[in-house]
């Protein structure tokens, strides 16, 4: 192991592989519950909600913060498993259009975008994910949009923003790991959309 390993990445997935199990066992748990016949109403759906909720953003995360694997492939039923998951907790429709599997890396910058995109719709909205040859077009449309561009601004140079907080570390991930692609990263705004390719 080398001075240059990715620690915080090692770190990710050792937390994103140690919660996995037992949320998953909470989530078996509740489907045998259920088909008792005892537990059902609206307090049993909403634990039911959060834990496929709370399943997906750490299969979410475990992408997104893990140590990628230069070889490995995530299925297109996966992705969108894990986007479907997601989708009732979230104000944002998201728009998955690649078809496939997906490389790890591609797919992390493709789950840091969307990350981004998150935090700039606090009102909701659209994204669409798409592949354009080897290149990747990632669009976000809201009529509120809240883009903040001490965040932006520097990651639409492939600079790290300054002075991140842990909410806000996608920012500072997206940038960094186009770099270790070698892939160049554009964003364009506007009052109602971001738009990012790498």
């Known amino acids: 192991m080398s001075d240059n390993t990715d620690f915080s990445a090692l770190v990710g997935s050792r937390i ?15 489907e045998l519950l259920s088909l008792t016949g005892d537990a059902k109403g609206p307090e049993m759906e909403m634990i039911e909600d ?14 997104a913060f893990g140590q990628p694997g230069d ?8 992705i969108q498993s894990i986007l479907a998951d997601l ?3 979230s104000r944002v429709e998201t728009f998955w259009e690649v078809e ?12 840091l975008t969307l990350m981004c995109f998150e935090a700039s719709m606090p009102f909701g909205g659209t994204i669409s994910i798409a592949k354009e040859g080897t290149g990747w077009y990632l ?21 790290v923003p300054e002075g991140l907080v ?33």
């Open 139 to 159: 669009l976000a449309e809201s009529e509120k949009l809240r883009a903040d561009t001490a965040l932006w601004g520097p990651v639409s140079h492939g600079d």
């Open 166 to 198: 842990p909410a806000k570390v996608q920012f500072g991930l997206l940038p960094q790991g186009a770099k270790l692609l070698g892939r160049p990263l554009s964003v364009a705004m506007t009052d109602m959309s971001l738009e990012v390719r790498f």
């Open 87 to 89: 989708a009732p907790s």
């Open 50 to 63: 959060s834990v496929k909720n709370a399943n997906a953003r750490i299969r979410l995360f475990r992408v």
């Open 100 to 111: 496939g599997a997906v490389a790890r890396p591609e797919l992390r910058l493709a789950f």
């Open 16 to 30: 994103c592989h140690d919660l996995i199990s037992p949320v998953g066992a909470i989530g078996n748990g509740l």
């Open 71 to 78: 070889e490995q492939m995530v299925g297109a039923q996966e």
